[in-house]
């Protein structure tokens, strides 16, 4: 099984609520940037599960834009300060119950940094995801300390 572990894009830095913020015309540019350079990794991508936040969502539609036949689902799991032990467990539910064998989901710091290491057990802290970032994980079983990490590429923002 594959998970990819993809960042919000870069958003703007006020509104109304935190869950409200848009992304930035940047924003937009780096997410299509960051998954048209690895589209090939994505080709049995099954799945797409985004934050409930604007930011996230706005990210996901970008991404799905170049998938085909991808189901597309939103958990509250994925705001920026969730539990990652609630998410590790969603994310088994998803892969061994539902059969999902390739799935993104798409969300926010500090989390997804967190998720990294520890379902690859790796040091706390060891990674963290700049906006549109993207993490491939490797797994025969979505647990704890049980899983590979394959790549993790960052978009270059010196060209926004």
Known sequence: MEIFIMRHGH???EAAQDSLRVLSASGRIEVQNA???NLPSFAGLQKVIHSPYVR??????????SFHEVDVAQSDLLVPNGSVQNV???LHE???EQGVNSLMIVGHQPLFGSIVDE??????GAHRLA?????AIDTEVVAVGCCQL??????LHNSF
Do not use: K
């Not at 996230?56 to 834009?65: G, N, P």
């Open 11 to 13: 958003a703007e830095p």
């Open 35 to 37: 998954i048209e350079t």
């Open 56 to 65: 996230a969502q706005q990210t996901a539609e970008i991404a799905l834009q």
């Open 88 to 90: 590790v467990a969603y």
């Open 94 to 96: 998803v892969c061994h």
């Open 119 to 124: 379902l690859c057990g790796l040091e706390p």
């Open 131 to 135: 906006t549109a970032s993207i993490a």
């Open 150 to 155: 394959r790549w993790m590429r960052h978009v």
